[in-house]
């Protein structure tokens, strides 16, 4: 199986989540499309259900990872002078959009798989939005070499300028051993630049969690749903701390985004969070 087909079946969840954004407010119409609006009706039975019977508010989760990785970016810019982002596995989340009209110094650019860094340029420059400051390249995580890589992605930046990296929604898709290869090449790339960090969403695999059976349930329907598997990946923050700097970051900040729902802006949720924001830094 080529890399682009073994990958491609995670793209669709791009457009329910873009659907999500922009139901909340974060979002402009523009990033939305006629599947994000057909799956988040079809899958709307499934959440008020995970809502009812489990506590589990699927959309909400989505925020807090969302709004946190938000609140850390604009701390990186305001307080540490951040001037250069790299959101990979961008889909059609409107942060690009978002940052570079808030932050005139910003230099932004948005990476995924070809066809949907294809997609994202071409709303972009639909809108008016493409331009200098603000820019979409194609990169697979995976690819070692070539036009999709890594390498080749961060050729177009400053080395002397700090550079944050961002992933959402996408580390979950693989397994460990695999999505660790990234983040070890990551950090060799990061190692260039003058100040660099890497945020991430991520779900572990929280077996003491009161709803742990649900949850499972849901990973696997997630899995179902994108045709793939859904992974969860180390135990504890301890065990996420020594994954990273195993690939070879320096420090690593565990943030439980649901304890601080109030400060998002979001309602406080029931029960323990399941998702983590990991900001490593080099
Ligand atoms: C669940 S969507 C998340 C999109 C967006 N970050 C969000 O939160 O709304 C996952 C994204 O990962 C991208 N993706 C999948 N495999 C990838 C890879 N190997 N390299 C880069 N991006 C990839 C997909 O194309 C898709 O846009």
Redesign the pocket.
């Known amino acids: 199986m080529s890399?682009r087909v073994?990958?491609?079946h995670?793209?669709p969840?791009?457009h329910?989540?873009?659907y999500?954004?922009y139901r909340r407010g974060l979002s402009d119409a523009a990033f939305i499309s006629t599947f994000g609006r057909f799956s988040h009706s079809v899958l709307r039975p499934v959440m008020w259900a995970s809502r009812r019977f489990f506590d589990l508010d699927l959309e909400n989760m989505?925020l807090l990872?969302?709004l946190q990785i938000d609140a850390c970016l604009h701390c990186a810019i305001e307080n540490h002078g951040v001037r250069q982002v790299v959101?990979?596995?961008?889909?059609?989340?409107p942060r690009g959009r978002r940052f570079t009209q808030r932050y005139p110094q910003l230099r932004y650019m948005e990476?995924?798989?070809p066809?949907?860094a294809e997609r994202k340029r071409q709303l972009l420059a639909r809108n008016g939005w493409l331009g200098d400051r603000h820019q979409v390249t194609a990169?697979?995580?995976?690819?070692q070499h070539g036009v999709n890589s890594l390498a080749s992605a961060f050729a177009q930046l400053d080395r002397d300028e700090p550079v944050l990296v961002i992933?959402?929604?996408?580390v979950n898709?693989f397994p460990r051993k695999q999505i660790e290869l990234f983040w070890t090449r990551l950090a060799g790339e990061l190692s260039a630049f003058s100040a660099a960090s890497y945020i991430t969403d991520l779900y572990p695999e929280l077996q003491a969690h009161p709803r742990y059976q649900q949850i499972r349930w849901g990973v696997d329907l997630v899995g179902k749903l994108?045709r793939g598997e859904y992974y969860l990946h180390y135990a504890d923050a301890e065990a996420i701390g020594s994954g990273f700097k195993a690939c070879g970051f320096a420090a690593v900040e565990v943030i439980d985004p649901s304890l601080r729902a109030t400060d998002l802006g979001l309602p406080i949720a029931k029960g323990p969070g399941l998702v983590r924001v990991v900001h490593a830094h080099m």
Do not use: N
Request: proline share 0%; hydrophobic share 50%.
């Open positions: 890399e073994l990958h491609s995670i793209s969840s791009a329910f989540t873009a999500v954004w989505l990872r969302h959101e990979i596995a961008c889909g059609l989340s990476a995924d798989l066809d949907m990169v697979d995580v995976f690819a992933t959402e929604g996408l898709y994108t």
